[in-house]
């Protein structure tokens, strides 16, 4: 919460301003699979302004290292994954599974698995959607609108701008299978898709 309300502060710095819909989707009972698209380091951000309690994010070991970033997202309970060990992000899947079942926490992924701030989405990994149905609890969609108007790196332009981020209705996945989770990724990636289109003002 301390490291919240400190990162909430830095909008104003960058001239940044989120609006915010669908925040009630969030009140579901026990724990919950909360899955976003993923641009920037921007998105800290707007991971503040919306950051339900009792939750964590899942995140990629390298991270650990990169400096004061890597201490304030360590301090902040990220869930570390190596993504080079198959074996490895399957073990801290099984126990994320059971810590989300004993302590009724939500767990944030990031499905495209890297940062993209291309427009679009990149396809969806599975491993958050396996988490659902292992833990037969519920996949939230968050979605933030494209930064590329106001913030593109590459043609290292960063200006102000409003970021739209919506919280859509959960995915329940009771009674899902294995057999399910490619469905279930589908599902979600198309809805969050058109979302994002729709947000950015982009037809889809």
């Known amino acids: 919460r301390i490291i919240k309300a400190v990162l909430k502060t830095f909008k104003y710095f960058f001239g940044l301003r989120f609006e915010v819909k669908g925040l009630e989707n969030f009140e579901v009972e026990g724990p919950a699979i909360i899955v976003s698209n993923h641009q920037s380091i921007l998105d800290m951000m ?84 396996h988490l659902a149905v292992q833990a037969q609890v519920p996949v939230i969609p968050v979605v933030y609108s494209s930064f590329t108007t106001f913030y593109n790196p590459k043609k290292k332009l960063f200006t102000s701008g409003k970021i739209k981020v919506e919280v859509l209705p959960p995915i329940e996945t009771k009674g899902l299978t294995s057999d399910d989770v490619s469905d279930l990724t589908d599902r979600c990636f198309r809805t969050m898709r058109e979302t994002l289109f729709r947000l950015s003002g982009r037809p889809s």
Not at 78 to 85: C, D, E, G, P, Y
Not at 88 to 103: C, G, H, L
Not at 113 to 119: A, H, L
Request: glycine letters at 10%.
């Open 46 to 129: 707007g991971l503040m302004e919306i950051l339900p309690d009792n939750c964590a994010q899942v995140g990629k070991k390298e991270l650990m290292f990169a400096g004061p970033v890597g201490l304030v997202i360590y301090l902040g309970g990220v869930i570390f994954i190596n993504r080079k060990s198959t074996t490895s992000a399957k073990m801290v899947m099984a126990e994320v599974a059971k810590t989300m079942a004993t302590d009724k926490v939500k767990v944030w992924v990031y499905p495209e698995g890297t940062r993209n701030c291309t427009g679009d989405l990149l396809p969806f990994k599975k491993g958050a959607f």
